[in-house]
């Protein structure tokens, strides 16, 4: 079994936390990431309405952990919407009220997950402390096992499971040993998250076979996936992704698929088997560009 290592790519993957007001449970969330993530991640916390300081209680008990509070400041999601600003991998809320607002137009069109994390600020006197005490555990487990995923490519013999998946959520799965394909799961502490295959073609490629494991739908897994898979494209020189999807387009929408005719795609990717007979003519073309 091969593995991916940092997929692809040798800048860090790029994390915004994102709160209400950014200054506790985001800034708490950056913070740990940045000390915990072993360089392979760069985290940032913004707020859709930002306080404007951090929350002295959250920079107590992150130099109680000591972890480095250099440089944490409340700021706005703005900033991250902004010309020359840093390309984003992932989005986090880490609470309701952010989850459910209407996010700027991220550069890169990231992945997203939502973690739902009760305010430690809204906890007044003597029991405030011991909010904040368990926001920092909530954060770190959940930090561990985002830090804790691996990209994997697999070998033939590791390409039942994903068959499986895919038979189960009804999508195409008898060509996978196919010798253009690249199949890929997405590991967790708790076992697979997902399938997703590549079949590349120069400069172009054709993302196929993306399946979440059932616990984990709903979660952001797939977003991830399919965010881990394009950036190792790109460190592998494809330009440009392809895929074919029946009831997926508005997901891939949010990850910056744009909708296209099937004959403006390039020959190579109309010759595949999934243009040519595996996904019937109803389904949508998509495709997204990775470089410039």
Known sequence: MLRAGRDGMSRPVNVLFLCTGNSARSIIAEALLNHEGGGRFRAFSAGSHPRGEVHPAALAVLAGAKIPVAGLRSKSWAEFAESGSPRLDLVITVCGNAAGETCPIWPGSPARAHWDLDDPAAVDGEGQRAAFEQTLRLLRKRISDLTGRELVRLDRDGLGEAAEALRRAGLPFEDLDGPALEVFRL?????????????????DALLRSVVVAEARRGTGAGGELVARVARRAAGEGVERLWLLTETAAPFFAGLGFAPITRGEAPEPIRRTGEFSGLCPDAAVCMTKRLTG
């Open 187 to 203: 590991d967790g502490e708790a076992g697979p998250l997902g399938w997703a295959a590549l079949e590349r073609h120069g400069a």
